[in-house]
């Protein structure tokens, strides 16, 4: 199947840096999505983006649907150690059904 | 947003036993799915449905089987649960119709351990 890789694959900050990070394929997608999974739960949807070289905010997260449709990125300002969790990535092709998603960012933040 | 539930959150059982996973969601989403995810990995899918009566099988070859008679029901069951059925399951929906249609909605999961 697609396979949407994602990096850094783990994160180690400090409390109050900022984060970035990134997913990227080989295939064109029309839809890229971040979610944010808890240990124990289900993924919870951040934010959706649907046109290339869209930037779209929720609080302190931004993420950006790449130019090229191949890519996107998502950034935390100022992280709080709730923010403590595994970020998905997911893209979505037009037509289809089903979502890819990446292989994961784990991301921990050090009071 | 939408409301999606599964039962039970956790479950312990025996190898050989019958279980159903429930999953139902409140919103009247046409497409539900099921995915499986090992502890920290990504999900892959396994069942997904595109409306009543409909079911198709996913990406990742599972031994479960699915079925959706109303709009709002998707469990998953497992004939024979063996240990390597251990795992977690998540179940997601989302609308049939408009821009957010991409948009998958996903239950609290239900991790499985099989003994």
């Known amino acids: 199947g697609q396979q949407l890789n994602q990096s850094p694959q783990s994160m180690f900050i400090q409390e109050g840096e900022d984060v970035s990070m990134n997913c990227t394929s080989s295939?064109?997608?029309?839809?890229w999505l971040w979610y944010k999974q808890d240990p124990g739960e289900g993924p919870v949807l951040l934010i959706a983006?649907?046109?290339?070289?869209e930037l779209t905010s929720n609080g302190r997260l931004t993420a950006q649907f790449g130019i090229t449709r191949k890519d996107s990125f998502l950034n935390i300002s100022a992280s709080i150690p709730s923010d403590v969790g595994i970020y998905f990535c997911?893209?979505?092709?037009?037509?289809?059904?089903?979502?890819?998603f990446g292989t994961g960012t784990r991301l921990t933040v050090i009071p | 947003e939408a409301d999606i539930y599964q039962t039970p959150r956790y479950l312990v059982i025996g190898t050989g036993k019958k279980i159903t996973l429930e999953c139902s969601q409140t919103?009247?989403?046409?497409?539900m799915y099921w995915y499986q995810q090992d502890p920290g990995m990504e999900l892959h899918l396994i069942h997904y449905?595109?409306?009543?009566?409909?079911?198709e099988k996913g990406d990742l070859s599972s031994e479960s089987t699915v079925s959706r008679i109303r709009t709002e029901h998707f469990p998953l069951t497992l004939e024979s649960a063996r240990p390597s059925h251990t795992s977690q399951y998540l179940c997601?929906?989302?609308?049939?119709?408009?821009?957010?249609?991409?948009?998958?909605?996903f239950g609290p999961g239900t991790r499985l351990t099989v003994l």
């Open positions: 449905s595109y409306g009543v009566n409909s079911t």
């Open positions: 997601a929906s989302r609308p049939g119709r408009g821009h957010s249609t991409d948009t998958q909605y």
């Open positions: 997911a893209g979505q092709k037009t037509g289809a059904n089903n979502l890819f």
């Open positions: 919103m009247g989403h046409d497409k």
């Open positions: 295939s064109i997608f029309n839809t």
């Open positions: 983006l649907y046109k290339a070289g």
